[in-house]
């Protein structure tokens, strides 16, 4: 069986964003690896409208043809770990709408979180996690918190591997990734060719 795929969702869209930092740290520690591939994914690349859909991508196509776009682009990964600013407590509004959009992409796969801001984006990991319960996403326990020092830092020019703690806590969440993306791709798998043999 492939090594599982994973998808790094760099979860905001504003100008200047600090995301960018995170997901190219997170993929370079990533790329050592042997047992996760991984990809970028920018919500960028994919303006959706606020969900207006009559009806849950959950029991029908989306009407919205870059809504369409994204679920396809979801459908690739055994996986996700999503870069979350926190604003005002909560996940931006750009990367709730994109969960939102891509209901059945998210069934019995699992995800990790690297927040960053007020309190390391912890506010917004925790209301993250709750989301990606009800999309039927695996969370798994541990997460990558950026305090707003270390990002004044990394914005001043400072390398995120730098910090020896981050790269700790980032490679213990990649363990347990690798170990629930490999568990629930072969679950997923079997799924499939018991319904291909009914």
Same mark, same amino acid.
């Given at each position: 069986?492939?090594?599982?795929?994973?998808?790094?969702?760099?979860?905001?869209?504003?100008? =200047?964003?600090?995301?960018?930092?995170?997901?190219?740290?997170?993929?370079?520690? =990533?790329?050592?690896?042997?047992?996760?591939?991984?990809?970028?994914?920018? %919500?960028?690349?994919?303006?959706?409208?606020?969900?207006?859909?009559?009806?849950?991508?959950?029991?029908?196509?989306?009407?919205?043809?870059?809504?369409?776009?994204?679920?396809?682009?979801?459908?690739?990964?055994?996986?996700?770990?999503?870069?979350?600013?926190?604003?005002?407590?909560?996940?931006?509004?750009?990367?709730?709408?994109? %969960?939102?959009?891509?209901?059945?992409?998210?069934?019995?796969?699992?995800?990790?979180?690297?927040?960053?801001?007020?309190? =390391?984006?912890?506010?917004?990991?925790?209301?993250?996690?709750?989301?990606?319960?009800?999309?039927?996403?695996?969370?798994?326990?541990?997460?990558?918190?950026?305090?707003?020092?270390?990002?004044?830092?990394?914005?001043?020019?400072?390398?995120?591997?730098?910090?020896?703690?981050?790269?700790? =806590?980032?490679?213990?969440?990649?363990?347990?990734?690798?170990? %629930?993306?490999?568990? %629930?791709? !072969? !679950?997923? !798998?079997?799924?499939?060719?018991?319904?291909?043999?009914?």
């Amino acid at each position: 069986m492939a090594k599982p795929k994973i998808a790094i969702v760099i979860g905001s869209t504003r100008p =200047g964003r600090f995301g960018d930092k995170p997901a190219a740290w997170i993929k370079a520690l =990533g790329d050592k690896r042997s047992d996760l591939s991984f990809e970028v994914v920018d %919500l960028r690349d994919y303006p959706m409208p606020l969900f207006d859909e009559e009806v849950s991508p959950a029991w029908a196509p989306s009407k919205n043809e870059v809504a369409r776009k994204w679920q396809d682009k979801i459908a690739e990964y055994d996986g996700f770990i999503f870069t979350a600013a926190e604003y005002n407590h909560a996940p931006t509004g750009v990367l709730k709408n994109a %969960l939102d959009y891509a209901a059945a992409g998210w069934v019995n796969k699992p995800a990790a979180f690297v927040g960053y801001g007020g309190v =390391g984006g912890a506010r917004a990991v925790e209301q993250l996690r709750l989301i990606a319960i009800e999309l039927q996403l695996a969370p798994v326990k541990t997460a990558v918190h950026i305090m707003w020092s270390v990002m004044m830092e990394a914005r001043d020019g400072k390398d995120l591997a730098e910090f020896g703690y981050l790269n700790d =806590g980032a490679n213990g969440m990649l363990d347990q990734l690798a170990w %629930l993306a490999n568990a %629930l791709k !072969a !679950a997923r !798998a079997a799924d499939e060719k018991e319904a291909k043999a009914a």
